[in-house]
């Protein structure tokens, strides 16, 4: 079968949260959108607090194999975690960054909501500048940026080039 087959997952806001608008979400690379459940109930958590435009569209990676495929099919070699195309309304997310230890390896934006911030703010700035889109995501300066997950209360600071 096509690993790339899409399985589609509409979340309702009525169901999720009045904070989240409804958001289509595409799972890709699975049958069975619950095989990709790693993935998709964290990425529901992170999107009560992250609010896309309600007709932005998130596509899910979830296998490493739908991640290569996605990225050859974005030309978004450089990054392992995300990217975003301005303009097909969507945001390409690797499921793989829900199921890593925090920090985040290789980025700095150290977990998966302020991947998720940090790809709003090219929403936002309706750009492709990376230090911009930190700075739209509310990043004042992309070389500090704070775990935001309960376990972790920990402000981690990354080497800034002089």
């Known amino acids: ?66 991640w290569k495929e996605l990225q050859r099919k974005g030309d978004a070699f450089a990054t392992n975690t995300a990217y975003t195309n301005l303009k097909g309304r969507i945001t390409i997310l690797n499921g793989a960054i829900y199921q890593q230890p925090l920090p985040l390896r290789g980025t700095t934006r150290r977990t998966p909501k302020n991947v998720l911030r940090h790809e709003l703010g090219h929403i936002v700035c309706q750009c492709g500048d990376e230090d911009k889109a930190d700075h739209a995501a509310g990043f004042s300066d992309s070389a500090w940026l704070a775990l935001d997950t309960p376990q972790i209360h920990r402000i981690f600071h990354q080497s800034s080039p002089s």
Request: hydrophobic fraction near 50%; charged fraction near 20%.
């Open 1 to 66: 079968m096509n690993p790339l087959r899409l399985g589609y997952i509409l979340l309702l806001a009525g169901i999720l949260s009045t904070t989240v608008v409804a958001q289509k979400v595409l799972v890709v690379g699975v049958k069975r959108p619950e095989t990709c459940a790693f993935a998709t109930g964290p990425l529901i958590e992170d999107l009560k607090d992250v609010s896309f435009p309600k007709d932005w569209r998130i596509a899910i990676a979830c296998t490493a194999i739908a």
